[in-house]
């Protein structure tokens, strides 16, 4: 159960909960709140201790469900949590790409922290065969997703600290050279292309599906393509476009960077697009900003739930969108694996990463 599972998890909870306490105007009152108060994007998801726990090849998830502190100092009914998971326990699904099934109520664990009130407001999930989907990596990367996890992975910083290396320096740009230095931060890699490979790899795949939507032209930022710049200009080029029979228009940015920069990158992109957005509006009936923040080992922020509701509407099924965002979480681990491989190393600008 690594921390982009987790990332995921929490997000799902938050986006249901939202999407249904703010479907109409009684449904606050559904859920423990007043309508002035509607803050639930900022909920609060934490699971108890010792969840998840594994029952064979399946995992078991405790978790509660706190307001936000301005609106309410308390823990959301189990009752309300388990009945919203229970109505759209499919999209739940269709989100986290797992095999779910709610399996409530619970034994409330012994009080403590959590409070006795937080554990009798838990909900329990089952999620089916976990253990036999996280381990379809190779094992060599596998193995980097762990350690890059736990921070463990031997970069000069943690070489220097082991006691193996006299320096943490970057032997590219002479700055300390931690985890999210190689992955994500350092100039020399940047400007190399390292993380333009990464972005692009991902962002060809997302091209590819895109070309069989019927009715529709594709406007990509890589070679072969139409370049967004044609609709746009050169000055806000966003990194795709889709129109549909000249009435809508989906403008899709991407960023993949570190896991602590989602919220910071997803925000940076909306600011910066938000006037495109606009003259957009001038030109067609629709216009959807598909705001794409994913991290080097491909943990979607909650922005780019967006995406696979583009998906949706696209009329991809079920089990295409599931397989489309297996596949990009793939292409992130694969490409961030080859990075830190080649750290230290000269870049040899190669070809964008298969699917």
Known sequence: YTVDVDVLFKDSVVKLLNDLCNENSLR????GVEQNQLLFSELNVKRLRNYPSNQGDDAIIQFYVDYPSIVRNATVDQAIVASIMSAKLQKF?????FSITIDTPVTPPSPGTPTATQSANAVQLLILSFSTRQSKLPKNIFNFTIRYI???????????KWGISPTSECSFCLNPESLVHVVAGCKTYLN???FTWRHDSVLNFIASILKSVNYSNLYADLPGYISPSVLTGDELRPDLLITLENKYIYILELTVGFESNLLTNATRKRQKYQDLINEQLKNYEKVKFVNLSISSLGVFSHSSLDFTEMLKDLKFDEQCRKYYVRKIINICIRSSYY???KRNKE????QLMSY
Request: charged content about 20%; hydrophobic content about 20%.
């Open 28 to 31: 606050p009152q559904d859920c």
């Open 347 to 350: 870049w040899n600008n190669p």
């Open 150 to 160: 736990n921070n463990t992975l031997p970069t000069s910083k943690n070489l220097q």
């Open 339 to 341: 990075i830190f491989c």
């Open 93 to 97: 699904r269709d989100l986290t790409g």
């Open 192 to 194: 190399e292309g390292r």
